[in-house]
């Protein structure tokens, strides 16, 4: 036979005796999964469709509806697991590159799990961050080797030294890119009003800047990518950070595709290209390729920019991270943002997602040892990204060296994301990964907001709990602080690429 | 005087407004029994409108200057003195629809049971009305009137 | 003889009377207001005595403002006293008790008499008119006194039509006699007037149009109603006769005082007469459309107007709303009209006896009735009274799911001034 259905993924269980048939999940589902009978005022689903998003399901208002992961399907097998024959019969039939949204779901060795933070006994004894002042602010940027200070004319102390242009974060924690076009403007306003709360920053991924975004300029990082789409002088100075994106933790070494059906007329506007036309990033920058030619574009934007603003350099996490960090530093980058192979896209090849790259603890602890070997780690401020789940994620990556953190699936998630990696399609039902205007309004800014905000709130809050367990009143004194960390579950080699000890080992 | 303010930019047309507010009116208040045919299922006093992709939730405004109140020939619809509401008294109400006939926003209807008109009363005695209570999306606000 | 000194006097006490009350009190807390009314009830709903007659309505629930209604408002109350004499010069109205009133502002709002036919035999025992609760409890008492099978009702108006609604919830047979060749000829087109004709019909009553009653023919040493003899000379049994022929404003009190009259009272849009301070409004005026939402809305607009203030009438459409025979009906502004100057949207269904017509003139609507289906039937209202072009959404004027969103954006958001309770 040349065609076999693949199994459906989800079951929609609907409970009988509570289904009142309101319809709302007919009305809302944009996979047409729900359908209503007129004739026997009944709803039924067709499962086949279902992406497991779990919007009907939150709606429902009498609980009526569970979505189940479909369990029965083929015999367990290790190896041939259904998603693999799945793939595999969806490519028999298709002929084409298997497309998927967000991270890396691959159950590969998540270190954070491996890794435990120290806690103050007896001596140097903790601090209540209740009592007692605690400092999460952070600035990103170079910092000068020493700092001179002067008398001035009153006789009073004044720095001396110049210091670069830096950004200035409350919190360590930032929202890391996500063009609009392959997110919805509300999404955008979300997060830039978020950081405006906050005192943060969000980065603007190479969507361009819509005209409603331009006050927020002063919490916006905005990327350079490939494609160069929404790139112009005014782009340029509006932001407070420029970032040079070179790649991306979930398909490191190829482009973006936005598909034409996503590009809006607001989203060409912001783009600066045609209507409906695909926006392809292209795998390189066309004008770079070396530490030289990044140097160029790195110097031509703050030529640009009167050198009043940081520009970072965006890389994904890879096998040889560390030389490449070294270069990007030595090229003359504010900062380095890297992103782990767990960090989310809005559509990447499956297999690529799914197989290339190298772990943000990895690539963190690595980049941070080789910089202070070759003593330029204060020219630079490294940004970890790639998959942080929580404040504990957060405060480890900060130990292993990084400045501060990029989240941005968490910051989805926090927005209603439920991660059922379809973002590709543009139906997104929670408003998020969609232009569709019946589908972008169910996310309302306001309510975004307020989550945001109150996920930075209590990731901050966990944050000064654990600092102050460790004796520590002050984000930066814990950056690349690793004898607060041990590993467990951990090989040697492991321990020692990570730079950590052994839980068990003292200090 | 607390008011219903509509903000159609966030409507997302679920109508779970519409399902919250025929409970709210029924005689069990349970959503399974209202629905299920144990008792006779009020007529939502909300409307939904739809059109292309914008979708809104509507329900009696309230008004300053109501027209309902001027055609009411029994005296049945009165404005409540404390919430400034307009209120529908169900035992003076004989249904003779003047006012569904004057009402501007077509928000007054025949109720499905008894021979009186229908219409939004903020749900009295709740906090807050349930449709906006309900609404996922907050794009019903309970307020302050501005004035 | 008694002489009052007022600030306010109002004559008569329905719609437009209590109205002026809310008029005066909205700016004048405290200026003297008396009403007169010839009537013993403190008051009462008009419209409300075919639901009384019927016995849908108790006559304590007959009132349409409370009796706390006049104490809140420090407002005197003359009941069963009728105003006599108009004196416009020295402002005093004389009552039928003798007394005297002294104004400084004054309301006629004494509505209008039924036009009784003249007719052999109109005087006879169990013939009616129907407008006053007077009317009605005379009516219930013969009815209950008499034996009463079969009603005629003269008038198939919407008076008329209250009137046979309520005699047939009472079990009484009933025939309609209709000088048109329709019921509800002046307010229904043919198709809707067809719907309630056969709706009528099929609850046992007859209906002669194009008729006329030549004769009312009695029994009992010719005392009471036996039968009434037609234009057609068919002969009509009945025990029971309403005339339900329409209403003329009552003038009598204005008549050779130097107030403007025509058929009914003249007023300019603050409903002020020609005499300065002297107000009238409701069905005492000259082309006045006498229905409930107008009269009140007049009375309010002279009460206003009265205590200083400046309103403005801007005048009302011809719009009824009832529910015959469990047929929800409205008709609104023109309906029955020649179709080359007017562009007519219909829709009927005749299974579920639905039937929607909207009369367009020049992008405006104009008019419209609906029956069986009255849901949203406002919004057309609000249509043709703020003459709101509809060229934009003409085609779905009369699709199931029309509503205001489908209405230009500014009309929507001018309808509430308040900001952000707009839609």
Redesign the interface.
Known sequence: MAKRPTPTEFIVERDK??C?????CV??CSNDVHIYDADTNTVTSDNSKCVGCHFCE??C??DAITIKKNESSFKPNANWSVSVISDITKQAETGGVILTGMGCDKPYTIYWDHILLNASQVTNPSIDPLREPMELRRYIGRKPDKIELDYNKKGKIELKTMLEKQLKLEVPIMFSAMSYGSVSLNTCISLAKASHELGIFYNTGEGGLHKSLYKYGKNTIIQIASGRFGVHPEYLRTGAAIEIKIGQGAKPGIGGHLPGEKVSKEVSEARMIPEGTDAISPAPHHDIYSIEDLRQLIHALKEATDYEKPVGVKIAAVHNVVPIASGVARAGADYIAIDGMRGGTGAAPKVIRDNVGIPIEFAIAAVDARLREEGIRTKVSLIAAGGFRSSGDVIKAIALGADAVYIATSALIALGCSQCQKCYTGKCNWGIATQ???LT??L?P??GVQRLKNLIRAWSLEIKDMLGGMGINSIDSLCGNRTHLRGIGLSDRELEILGIKSAGEPQ | MKRIRIDEKYCMGCRLCEVHCIVQHSKTKNILKTYMGECSKPAPRIFVEEKGYVTFALQCRHCEDAPCLDACMTGAMYRDKETGAVLCSEDKCVGCWMCIMVCPFGVISRSSDKKIASKCDLCMGEDMPVCVKNCPNEALKYEDSKD | MKTLKTEYLIIGNSASGAACIEGIRKIDKTGSITVISDENTFNYSRPLISYFLAGKVKKEEMPFRDKKFYSKNNVKLILGNMAKKLDTKKRIVCLSHGEKNIFNKLLIAIGGSPIIPEIKGSWLDGVFAFTTFGDVVAIKDYIKNHTVKRAIVIGGGLIGLKAVEALIELGIKVSIVELADRILSTTFDTKASEIIQDALRKTGCNIFSNNTVVEILGKDNNKKVKSVTLKTRKQVPADLVITAIGVSPNIQLVKNTSISINKGILVDETMQTNVKDIYAAGDVCEKNIPIWPNAFKQGRIAGENMAGGNAVYTGGIAMNSVELCGIPTISIGKTSLEQDKYKILEMHKKEELIYKKIVLENNHIVGCIFVGNIERAGIYTGLIINRVDISNVKDTLLEEDFGILALPEKYRKHLVGDVGLEV
């Open positions: 005796d509570r009142i048939a309101c319809q709302v009305r809302m939150t709606l208002p009498t569709d205007p019946y309004k169910r309302n306001e309510i």
